[in-house]
């Protein structure tokens, strides 16, 4: 069975100050791997995702996340936080094949603060 | 851009009421997907569909639930009777295909207060 862990519930950071927001999986096979980003009462709008090549994947609104295939993790990351970024963050993960669903972890708030 | 569209944002029935949600996917998805997000929690698949098929329900509550997506365009989400325990986000989701590449574009959901 695939899973992925988001270990952090929360993350508060600065204004200005890089974020980091971690993910892990568990697949067999190899991973397809997504972050989603959701604001309050509204749906999961797609930020970046890897399917293979250069494990650093860059996306929407100066995020970029990298693949560590040997730690089984795919970190978001942003080099200077906004305090628009202040949302819930989930990592999501799928192999392949059509039979394959997209899981989902618990989420991470982020909290970006003047 | 194109995007998913549900009605209603915000729906508030008593227990054992029926309730119907609606979703339009992006033009030209063959895949629709309804998922439920309850607080605190990530989105949960609820049913998938390829074109007007099911391929996927094994985690709707076939004893209330049900969903159809009849010309294989938009689709319709049905409890009947509604439960205290069903209050939660209902999510559509739409991607070209149903490949584990093919990214998954989901409308503002709807969300359900049960009563």
């Known amino acids: 069975a695939q899973s992925v862990a988001q270990p952090e519930d929360q993350v508060n950071v600065a204004e200005g100050n890089p974020l980091t927001v971690k993910c892990t999986y568990s697949?067999?096979?190899?991973?397809?791997l997504f972050w989603y980003v959701q604001y309050p009462n509204r749906g999961l709008q797609f930020l970046l995702k890897?399917?293979?090549?250069?494990?650093l994947v860059k996306g929407s609104y100066g995020f970029e996340a990298e693949f560590n295939k040997s730690q089984t993790s795919f970190h978001l990351k942003k080099p200077s936080a906004l305090v628009s970024d202040s949302a819930l963050y989930f990592c999501a993960v799928r192999v392949t094949g059509t039979a394959s669903k997209l899981t989902f972890g618990t989420g991470t708030r982020l909290q970006v603060t003047l | 851009e194109a995007e998913v569209a549900q009605s209603p944002r915000y729906k508030i029935t008593e227990k054992s009421q029926a309730v119907a949600f609606w979703c339009d996917p992006i033009?030209?998805?063959?895949?629709l997907y309804w998922y439920r997000q309850i607080l605190g929690q990530g989105p949960e698949l609820l049913v998938q569909?390829?074109?007007?098929?099911?391929?996927?329900d094994s985690q709707l509550p076939k004893d209330r639930f049900s969903a159809e997506r009849l010309k294989g365009v938009d689709s319709t989400l049905k409890i009947q009777p509604a439960e205290l325990g069903d209050s939660a986000m209902y999510l559509c989701?739409?991607?070209?295909?149903?490949?584990?590449?093919?990214?998954?574009?989901f409308g503002p959901g709807t969300r359900l207060t049960v009563l």
């Open positions: 033009s030209g998805h063959a895949t």
């Open positions: 989701a739409s991607s070209l295909g149903a490949l584990g590449t093919d990214t998954q574009y």
């Open positions: 697949v067999s096979g190899n991973p397809y």
């Open positions: 890897y399917i293979t090549g250069d494990n």
């Open positions: 569909f390829q074109d007007e098929s099911v391929v996927d």
